[in-house]
Every structure is written in structure tokens, then in C-alpha cells.
């Protein structure tokens, strides 16, 4: 397909287990971004990529949480020891240059759901 | 910084306008309007670039104050399909990622 791909669209893992959770980009978009969001909330920002490295992790809450991205394409964000609080949808954008000009395509996410 | 928008939800009747607003505490070099209907991603609207430019897409249009580092989404005549959860997002600088507002929901009622 022509958008952003997000697997599973749903996950339901108990407390404590490892989670990861895949992004296909659009296919030669330089720049991806992950999001959380909760419901009633906007899109908090996690991780953003500018080809294959982190351009800016200052949004991952604590080091349960890291994301890769080894190819500059697909990427990889795995959560351990998963908590009841990383309960949320997990939104996927990518962008042809990022930066300040360019436009987001979002995925349609990941429901994780911690029981 | 997370940009504050206002207000957080609007109730319209189809064809009446509305206005939302996004403020920043810090200087900012672009702002993004994103839409987002309930159960789907969110969607791009538009970008304003830093010189105050307003654009425009339809009958959504907006405005950036850079001085003033607030922008403002206009919504003229409002049809049923504009009702969904408003984000702005900013960034700081040239390069960096995009940081959303908690967004405002407009409910358009016939």
C-alpha cells in the first residue's frame, strides 16, 4: 500500500511482558516519528528518526522504552517490563524530509492494552 | 513546550463559523493543523511557515502571529464533515520534531 503500515493494529499483553510494535513508512520518507496517545489527549511525542539514526529520543518517559530504525526504513519500537500506564494507541507518522516543513502521514496506530 | 489550544471543545451548527487557537510559550518556526476524526489517524491540514503568512484549504484557513507566537485555525460555513478533534502542532527550530496540543473538539450538528 501507498501509507504508513502499523502491526499489529491490536495488542493485548499482561504486566510485565515485552511488547514491540512495527512501522512500514512511505516508501522514501527520510524522517519517522512515533507518538503515544492517550484517549481525549493529543499525540505525545516520543521518537523521531532522520534516516537510520534518532534524531530526537527525548520524548521515550524511561529506558523501558527504545525504538530503531537500522535500515532507514522500517522501524522497531519495543517496550519491556510493560506497565498498566503504557496502555494507549501508539501512532506512527513518517514525512519525505521532516523538519519544520514537512507534512506528516500518521499510520492508523497500535492499541497496546497492558491487563 | 506543548502548545496550549483554545477552547477545547465547539459545538456549531452547520454553516456557522469557529475559530481555534494555539499559543506558544517559546519562538517558533512553523505551525501544523492536523484533524482527527474519532477511531482514525489524525490528518493534515496545513503548515504556516514563520512571516505571519496565512493559508488556506477550502473553507479552513489560518493564520500564524509569529510575534506573538500564536496561530489561529478559521472554519467558515462549517459542513458536518469538519466535526472531529483539532491538533496544532509546533516546532522550535528548522529541524526537530513536532510537539501537539492536547486539541479541540468540534462537533458540527445539522
Known amino acids: 500500500g501507498a501509507g504508513v503500515s502499523q502491526t499489529p493494529s491490536n495488542k493485548v499483553t499482561e504486566k510485565g511482558k515485552y511488547v514491540e510494535l512495527r512501522c512500514d513508512p512511505i516508501s522514501g520518507h527520510t524522517a519517522l516519528y512515533w507518538y503515544r496517545q492517550s484517549l481525549g489527549q493529543g499525540p505525545e511525542f516520543l521518537i523521531y528518526?532522520?534516516?537510520?539514526?534518532?534524531?530526537?529520543d527525548s520524548g521515550l518517559p524511561n529506558d523501558r522504552f527504545f525504538a530503531v530504525r537500522p535500515e532507514g526504513s522500517v522501524s522497531t519500537l519495543k517496550i519491556q517490563r510493560t506497565e498498566r500506564g503504557d496502555s494507549a494507541v501508539y501512532l506512527c507518522?513518517?514525512?519525505?524530509?521532516?523538519?519544520?516543513?514537512?507534512?506528516?502521514?500518521f499510520g492508523e496506530g497500535s492499541r497496546l492494552t497492558v491487563l | 513546550q506543548q502548545p496550549v489550544q483554545s477552547p477545547q471543545a465547539v459545538i456549531l451548527r452547520e454553516g456557522e463559523d469557529a475559530v481555534i487557537n494555539c499559543s506558544s510559550s517559546?519562538?517558533?518556526?512553523?505551525v501544523h493543523w492536523y484533524r482527527q476524526k474519532h477511531g482514525e489517524a489524525p490528518v493534515f491540514l496545513m503548515i504556516?511557515?514563520?512571516?505571519?503568512e496565512q493559508k488556506g484549504h477550502e473553507k479552513i484557513s489560518a493564520s500564524f502571529n509569529e510575534k506573538k507566537q500564536q496561530s489561529s485555525l478559521y472554519l467558515t460555513a462549517s459542513q458536518l464533515s469538519y466535526s472531529g478533534t483539532y491538533f496544532c502542532?509546533?516546532?522550535?527550530?528548522?529541524?526537530?520534531?513536532?510537539?501537539f496540543g492536547k486539541g479541540t473538539k468540534l462537533s458540527v450538528k445539522p
Open positions: 502542532g509546533t516546532i522550535g527550530g528548522s529541524q526537530g520534531n513536532l510537539i
Open positions: 517559546k519562538a517558533l518556526y512553523s
Open positions: 504556516l511557515l514563520k512571516g505571519g
Open positions: 507518522a513518517s514525512s519525505l524530509f521532516g523538519g519544520a516543513t514537512g507534512e506528516l502521514f
Open positions: 528518526f532522520q534516516g537510520t539514526g534518532a534524531a530526537d
